[in-house]
């Protein structure tokens, strides 16, 4: 399935969990610190930012992480592979040209950026960033995608 995407940002919604998907925009190099080294990844503006919330809740938060990568280039932090904070985590993020949900990793623990950890319920879904939006294959026929618009505001009033 072909998705236009500009600006905005696609939810890939289960019945249980969720995904969302936003275009990187632009050109830069995403920092990805591991427990022994940090490395850094080119990112093109057609590249994808995927968030996913394998056990639902609020898009906020995650449509928030989309931002701190693609216009305030935090960098992503990966725990050890038995840390124990990462079962509290309730949203992880991969971003990359192409990326593919899996239920079989355990969330933040992966460094490879073309895998995410999901639900089982939306694991197996590839999504490619493309240039007029994003590709989706193998999604299960109860899942939805929609597009949503959202406007970071910036700066404090007093």
Do not use: W
């Amino acid at each position: 399935m072909n998705f236009s995407l500009g600006d905005e940002i696609a939810l890939i919604q289960g019945k249980k969990s969720f995904l969302l998907v936003g275009k990187a925009q632009s050109r830069f190099s995403l920092c990805i610190e591991t427990p022994t080294e940090e490395y850094c990844q080119g990112i093109d503006p057609d590249d994808i930012v995927v968030v996913s919330a394998p056990d639902g809740g609020d898009v906020v938060p995650g449509i928030m992480l989309i931002e701190f990568i693609r216009k305030y280039r935090m960098p992503l932090l990966v725990l050890p592979k038995d840390h124990p904070g990462s079962r509290r985590l309730s949203y992880v993020v991969s971003v990359g040209p192409k990326i593919q949900t899996n239920c079989a990793i355990r969330r933040g623990t992966h460094p490879a950026q073309h895998l995410i950890c999901s639900n089982d319920e939306l694991a197996g879904i590839t999504i490619t960033g493309t240039g007029s939006g994003i590709e989706i294959s193998a999604m299960p026929d109860y899942a939805t995608v929609e597009r949503m618009h959202f406007e970071l505001k910036t700066g404090f009033s007093v």
